[in-house]
Structure formats: C-alpha cells, structure tokens
C-alpha cells in the first residue's frame, strides 16, 4: 500500500490566477497519476508524470494548462493554470500498487470564481 | 470508450438492507476494480476480480464479474450509515490506465 498527502485540500481562487497542487508519497513510485472529477461526474485522468521525462497527457488535456513537475520518485505537482470556472473540479492524485490497484491522496476541492 | 456504466445512478436503502450496483463495459478487460469514494475526497480501493475469475468476497462485500455480459455487480451485505458513499467501477485493459465509470451513489438510513 501507499500513502498519499496530498495539498492543499480546497481553495477559492480567482480567474486568471494559477493553483499548485502537491503529492508526496511515502514511498519511491515510478508513475504517479492525475486526475480531474468534475461536479456530480467521474475520474477523467489528465496526465500520467514519470520521474525524469515529461508528463504523457490524455486527450484533451495540454502542458500549458496542466503543467506537471516529478522531481524525485516520491513527490510530484500538477499547476492549473490560467483558471476559469470550468476548473471548478476536484483534482486527485494516485499511484499504482505493483498489483494494479490505485492508491490516491484526499483531493484538492478547487473552487474558481 | 470502455468506460464502465453503473446503474442505478442512485440508490436509497435502510440499514440492515443489502445494495446492490451494477457496472456494465465495452471491451475486454484484465480485471475490473470497485472503489468507494466518501464526500468528495479521495477514493479507496475496495476489491479487484480478474477477467478469469467469476466471483470475489472480502468481509460485506461480494463482487461478480461475467465476461460474456461483460458486467460486474457489488453486493454490500447488511448496510450500515457508514457506507453511504459513492461506489465506481473502473476497468483495466492491457496496458492501459483504468477507466472508471460515473459512479453510483449509495445512502444507507438509519
């Protein structure tokens, strides 16, 4: 198992500005992943962040907007950048178990006004 | 997309009662996982069943998978308020990341 902390747990922003979010894991990982829930919706993934290349984004999602930083194996951010209230959404963080289970942080709650 | 589909959207029983979700997907898969996710926060893990496997049990929980169907159920045995909750279903093909559905949202009344 993993444990993720992950910050910070909610913010009010406003449009225009950019938020950083942080996951530290307690363990060295090799792929950490980010995902986005919007309101009352599902997990869509954003991007898949390994140490030491550049992040692999999923369709729709870009590195302008979503830029991701994996320093090391255990920490990684993900900013969001520019915000409009369609960033309105609860970003989560995972890693994956050797047995294919994802372990996630407790999600940041962004609210973008 | 093999995006998993939970039904019922919602469901509202009494404690004691047993729940039951559905998951219906597209593709084939190498298993299929149920996680619970509390008030918006993050989500936990709950049990995994791979494609070869018809049924798993872990304490409350009883999850089936049939291939042919391609669809998955979630018993919760003997509810209690604490698993009101909201259940996904995500699948996992090759080499993929999962894919999880939109979720089913219990509430268990005391």
């Avoid at chain 1, 792929?31 to 692999?56: C, D, H, K, V």
């Avoid at chain 1, 729709?60 to 994996?70: A, L």
């Amino acid at each position: 198992s993993a444990v993720i902390s992950q910050k910070p747990s909610r913010d009010i922003c406003q449009r225009g500005t950019s938020l950083t979010i942080q996951c530290q894991v307690d363990s060295q990982v090799t792929m950490m992943f980010w995902y986005r829930q919007q309101p009352g919706q599902s997990l869509t993934l954003i991007a898949t962040a390994n140490q030491g290349s550049e992040a692999t984004y999923e369709s729709g999602f870009v590195i302008d907007k979503f830029p991701i930083s994996r320093p090391n194996l255990t920490f990684s951010t993900l900013t969001v950048s520019n915000m409009s209230p369609e960033d309105s959404s609860i970003y989560l963080c995972s890693v994956v178990s050797g047995d294919e289970k994802l372990f996630f942080g407790s999600g940041t709650q962004l609210s973008v006004l | 997309s093999q995006q998993g589909e939970e039904d019922p959207q919602a469901l509202s029983i009494q404690e004691g009662e047993n729940a039951t979700m559905n998951c219906s997907y597209k593709t084939s898969i190498n298993n299929l996982q149920w996680y619970r996710q509390n008030s918006g926060r993050g989500l936990v893990h709950l049990i995994l069943i791979r494609s070869n496997e018809r049924e798993k049990h872990s304490g409350r929980l009883r999850v089936t998978l049939d291939t042919s169907k391609k669809s998955s159920s979630l018993l919760i045995t003997a509810s209690r308020a604490a698993d009101t909750a909201s259940y996904f279903c995500a699948t996992k093909e090759g080499n993929t990341p999962l894919v999880f559905g939109k979720g089913t949202r219990l509430s268990v009344i005391a």
